[in-house]
């Protein structure tokens, strides 16, 4: 028997995202400066060895691999990748192996996905107005998503939307996203925006918009049910009986889901980040490059990053400055 990996708190991790890339075709402002600067590719853990990344984490009991990014279906290769995920599905050891994606080549590759076993996608749409989808994506175009979401739903692909709320931005829309995806039998999760990376000339209080708000909106609406399901992160739940959808809500600046957290986070250069909120991280590229077949340094290293999982993470806004502010992008460590 492999012992599992189980932090200082008692908490069984058994959930990795990670991502394998730090680059992508969209620049969402909330996310990226428009002149990033990216990981050289020579830093990149190659796509083999991601593979070894992730095949030892599902033998120490990781069920669960959301592959991120940046934007993960920009990566060269990457059905390789999926493929080679595909067969700890096949063999039991996975239970669930899925992505988050801008969407924008899912047309290409939904057929692909399915094929490696992948069942359900998140894709992340803040605006489905054409107009506004350009300016807070600034490279992306809103009828290339659709198809992909579109080729995604024909593949057999179950797909939840995930919007960023922001204030002034889609504040007005936030029923007529509902609305959308309840035509198309999508569930829907709200985020709140997180202070993740310097952006430039955009100011994240000027752009973070409460979900205790949104969550009000839909109270005038709709009549909502609270759903008790919790995914060990900082989502909580309610069904619309009128729609029968499922909305999530993601606060990662509170503290209620940390208690509960099952995750890791790998980023494309193999540093592991314990916790979303905090600098701490192991590097897991050099114990991966001097491990030999057994991968002992590597799995020993993982345990000793696990054995330093932090209780909990530091993000505030509450004193109208952003406290606990990342210097990282969420592209780095993947969101
Ligand atoms: N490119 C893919 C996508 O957009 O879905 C995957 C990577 S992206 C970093 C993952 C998620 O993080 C997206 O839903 C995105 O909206 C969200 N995100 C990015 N920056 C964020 C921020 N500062 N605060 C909250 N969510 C953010
Ligand atoms: Fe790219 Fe996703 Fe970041 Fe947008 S949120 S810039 S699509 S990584």
Redesign the pocket.
């Known amino acids: 028997m492999i012992a599992p990996l189980i932090d200082p708190f008692q908490r069984a991790v058994n959930y990795l995202r990670v991502s394998v890339t730090?680059r992508?075709?969209?620049?969402?402002v909330?996310?990226?400066a428009e002149n990033m600067t990216f990981l050289p590719k020579k830093e990149l853990l190659t796509l083999e060895e991601l593979d070894r990344m992730c095949s030892t984490f599902v033998r120490l009991g990781v069920k669960k691999l959301r592959i991120?990014?940046?934007?993960p279906l920009v990566r060269r290769d990457i059905m390789t990748f999926f493929q080679a995920m595909g067969r700890h599905l096949e063999s039991g050891a996975l239970d669930e192996l899925t992505l988050?994606?801008?969407g924008?080549q899912l047309e290409r590759f939904a057929d692909q996905l399915y094929a490696c076993g992948v069942r359900r996608v998140n894709i992340?749409l803040d605006t489905i107005d054409e107009a506004k989808f350009a300016e807070i994506?600034?490279w992306?175009r809103l009828p290339q998503v659709m198809r992909g979401i579109d080729a995604a739903q024909k593949a057999g692909l179950r797909v939840k939307i995930n919007a960023?709320a922001l204030k002034g931005f889609n504040e007005d829309e936030q029923i007529a996203i509902t609305q959308w995806c309840a035509s198309r039998d999508m569930d829907l999760t709200w985020i709140e925006v997180m202070p993740m990376g310097d952006l430039g000339e955009e100011n994240r209080l000027d752009q973070y918009w409460p979900l205790k708000d949104l969550r009000a909106r839909y109270a005038d609406a709709y009549t909502l049910t609270d759903l008790a399901e919790r995914t060990g992160g900082p989502a909580r739940y309610v069904r619309l009986e009128e729609t029968g959808q499922k909305i999530g809500f993601i606060t990662p600046l509170t503290h209620n889901f940390c208690e509960s957290c099952n995750r890791v986070r790998l980023t494309c250069t193999g540093q592991l980040f314990m916790c979303l909120g905090q600098e701490d991280m192991a590097d897991l590229r050099e114990p991966l490059r001097a491990s030999d077949e057994g991968e002992g340094k590597l799995e020993e290293a993982i345990r000793a990053a696990i054995r330093l999982k932090p209780k909990g993470h530091d993000f505030d806004y509450s004193r109208q400055q952003v406290d606990g502010q990342m210097s990282r992008?969420?592209?780095h460590t993947g969101?």
């Open positions: 730090d992508c075709d969209f620049r969402c909330y996310c990226m991120t990014g940046g934007e988050t994606t801008n924008s992340s994506t600034r992306g960023v992008h969420m592209s969101g």
